[in-house]
């Protein structure tokens, strides 16, 4: 028998090839995790909402936020969007990388080094009381990541900063505060300033309402699982083809200092560029091998301000 005959003979259905099709297309990754929660903006890029914090309902872990760096930044050889394994206490390689770019007190250099810094992001769960922009949202639970201006305001509201304000609990599903996310852009920048808490209120006094949305918070553990992030080595790999070095020589290991106690409270979330710092001074002893304190504590600030 021919080819042709046997072609004829075996002729594939077109709904075969129609479901083949869509099983490659239903194959594909979507990397939009639907689970957790996006404000809208408009063309200016303001925006407007109102959620409600909302708690752990683990006992032995009352912290109903997980705290997370990442590092996003593009080079020659593609994106590099990775988890920083300093959320552990764990060696990042970019961030070995920045230190060396610091350390040489090239402001050029140190430009780069802001490029690719660590961004402070907080996830917790929140019930959308209204989201004017998709009202399909209101009454759902979401995940929601927020950076440090966001947790500052929580963390002012939990710990106030005079003798006269009442401490309060934005979590509490009784005596909580609805949250008015108030979003501008300012000199280019998303700007939270205006967004504030509400007064004291009950989140409803439907028990059995309350027991739904509850029980749709689940651990947030998942994020900061060793799982969730890459090895010390597929990291530098990755390092390595994104700065196109890959027929380079590899990038030498130098002395971090991750070991930074963030206290994001104590820091605001600005916007604007910081003054350059110093250079290092060096001493005809030293001929540039050691890095001024002054220098090592900007650094350590720059790598911990969430722009």
Known sequence: MSTVSRLRKNKINVQRLADELEKTSGAKKSYIDERFWKPTTDKGGNGFATIRFLPTLSEDDPVAWR???????????GWYLENCPTTL???????????????????????????????LKYISYIYVVDDPSVPDNDGKVF??????????????????????????????????????????????????DKSEFAEPSILSTDDDFLDTILDQVKSLDEFTSKDNFKSYDDLKSRLTKVLGLEDR??????????????????????????????????????????????DISYFEKLANTDW
Not at 275 to 289: F, L, M, N, V
Request: glycine share 6%; net charge negative.
């Open 67 to 77: 705290r997370m760096f990442s590092h996003g930044f593009q080079g020659p050889g």
């Open 89 to 119: 206490g764990d060696t990042c390689p970019v961030c070995q990388e920045n230190t060396k770019l610091w350390d040489t007190g090239d402001n050029s250099k140190r430009n780069i080094a802001r490029d690719r810094k660590r961004v």
């Open 143 to 192: 995940l929601y990541k927020y950076g440090k201006k966001i947790y500052e305001k929580l963390n002012n509201l939990m710990i106030p900063e005079f003798p006269d304000e009442i401490p309060r609990n934005p979590f509490d599903i009784d005596d909580g505060c609805n949250f008015k996310l108030k979003i501008r852009k300012v000199d280019g920048y998303i700007n939270y």
């Open 249 to 294: 020589v590899e990038i030498e290991p130098t002395p971090t200092y991750e070991t930074v106690d963030d206290t994001p409270a104590m820091v605001s979330e600005s916007v604007s560029e910081p003054a350059d710092a110093p250079k290092p001074t060096k001493s005809k002893e030293s001929r540039g091998e050691s890095t001024s304190e002054s």
